[in-house]
């Protein structure tokens, strides 16, 4: 029996639109899976480019710290891990990586080239691309992997420097500036808790006014082991010996104080003078030292006397320098041979006015040996065989003036790098000129300020840094 109903002619196309709808919502929702995947993916990928570059700079600042370390202090295998660990610690501390970055953590020292290498790796776990697992074998890893390298140059040198400071009368009010100048200086090369034994810098301390205080040295120099001490620490400079037969031309070398062989015992002329007793009580020479305490305390006791020999400073600053005064300083003090390429030798020279004082070995003199009613009735020439103290006008032309700058030109002959500092507003002052002639190239500082001070010995620590560092 025929069945007319009106529509039953449109049941076929609705159930194609039916058939239609039911297709679509399977490929609608593999199409919101694989767009989470995609921009999911982009995620993960940001997130493991980001861990790169946390580890990245984490790796760099720990290569550029152990570089500095390496600059200043012999380090064994532990101490270089430790430090390189540490400063992972620090720069990436809370990332979820850092453990496998440390564990992964590589390194090469070549102390050869001065160059140290690190390397780290690491891995970071993908939120998406993994889809908790069940998508890894189809559309991705369940982790990305990372590392990256550094390399810096270290100084492979060791320092040796000479502070050489003036704490003359005109100091007077500007002592505390110069002990914070001093200590910025110190710290920079020679830092807090740095192991004595393991540090690559030495440095002497040389205060001078009318001489230097070389303290329970002064005897020796002076050649107290013949009876030729005067008993004081302050000691002054030396002059050429002529014995009639040669002439010994020392004044302005760092030849040893015991030069002279050619008798027993050899003349006190030979040897170092003294002449004053106006070298600072307080302000003592310390000979090479990386011991910061030590010289801390002496920065610390640093005072004011006198007036200006500053050729005395500059020549017991090259002493200390010298390793032609081994049998002098003790062991650890003794500079090092000037032919060892891997030592660095520089002095740091600072006046804040003009050398007015110099020194005379005078073997006969002429003194009144008759006086009546207050006159001088008989002159003669009397063996005196003493150093004396003379007093001279401030010049740049003056005989101690001329003096430091043949000092100077013998210390940088020798190798050693000058660094002059003058303190005080005058360009054209004798202390200043000095101190322009003494410096090698590019190291002269002037200082109008206590500030100013302060800041130029900070800036000659970090040259002193850089020169070692770029060679």
């Known amino acids: 029996m025929y069945n007319h109903n009106p529509n039953s002619r449109r049941n076929p196309l609705k159930r194609l639109i039916a058939d239609q709808d039911g297709a679509v919502l399977p490929l609608f ?5 694989l767009l989470i995947v995609i921009m999911g993916a982009a995620v993960d990928v940001s997130r493991s480019v980001n861990a790169r570059e946390k580890l990245s700079y984490a790796l760099d600042s720990a290569a550029l710290s152990l570089a500095a370390q390496l600059s200043t202090t012999r380090m064994d295998t532990d101490d270089i891990q430790e430090a390189l660990t540490d400063s992972f610690e620090a720069n990436l501390e809370g990332e979820d990586f850092l453990h496998e970055a440390i564990e992964n953590l590589d390194f090469v020292v070549d102390t050869t080239n001065g160059l140290v290498t690190v390397t780290s790796s690491a891995t970071l776990g993908n939120y998406f691309v993994d889809l908790g697992g069940y998508m890894k074998e189809s559309f991705g890893p369940a982790f990305f992997a990372f590392g990256t390298k ?12 000479a502070l050489v400071l003036d704490v003359t009368g005109s100091m007077r009010n500007d002592m505390d500036t110069l002990r914070e100048a001093s200590t910025s200086l110190v710290n920079i090369l020679i830092p807090e ?3 004595v034994e393991a540090s690559k810098v030495r440095i002497s301390l040389v205060p001078y006014s009318q001489g230097v205080n070389l303290g ?3 005897d020796k120099v002076k050649g107290d082991a013949y009876g030729y001490s005067d008993g004081s620490v302050c000691v002054t400079e030396r002059q050429d010996y002529d014995d009639g037969s040669e002439t010994y031309e020392v004044r302005f070398t760092d030849e040893s104080y015991d030069y002279y062989d050619e008798s027993a015992p050899p003349p006190k002329g030979t040897f170092y003078g003294g002449g004053s007793t106006s070298c600072s009580k307080d302000s003592e020479m310390i000979p090479l030292t990386s011991d910061r305490d030590t010289l801390m305390d002496a920065i610390d ?6 007036g200006t020999a500053g050729q005395t400073g500059i020549a017991w600053g090259w002493n200390s320098l010298s390793p032609n005064y081994a049998d002098v300083w003790p062991s650890d003090s003794v500079g090092d041979s000037y032919d060892n390429d891997d030592v660095l030798k520089f002095a740091v020279i600072m006046t804040d006015g003009d050398n007015n004082r110099y020194y005379d070995f005078i073997e006969t003199e002429w003194q009144c040996t008759l006086e009546k009613r207050g006159s001088c009735k008989k002159y003669e020439e009397v063996d005196v065989y003493e150093w004396q103290e ?10 101690s003036s001329t003096a430091s700058r043949a000092l100077c030109d013998g210390m940088k002959a020798a190798g050693i790098e000058v660094f002059g500092v003058y303190f005080g507003s005058s360009t054209s002052s004798a202390g200043a000129k000095n101190m322009q002639y003494c410096a090698s190239d590019d190291n002269y500082f002037q200082a109008t300020s206590s500030a100013d001070l302060i800041d130029d010995f900070s800036n000659i620590a970090r040259k002193i840094q850089q020169i070692y560092l770029s060679k």
């Open 150 to 161: 550094s390399q810096v140059t270290f100084s492979r040198y060791d320092v040796e420097l």
């Open 216 to 218: 329970d040295y002064a």
């Open 301 to 306: 006791d640093l005072d004011d006397n006198g």
């Open 390 to 399: 003379k007093s001279e006008s401030e010049s740049y032309s003056n005989e």
């Open 193 to 195: 808790d740095q192991d």
């Open 29 to 33: 929702g593999i199409m919101v899976i």
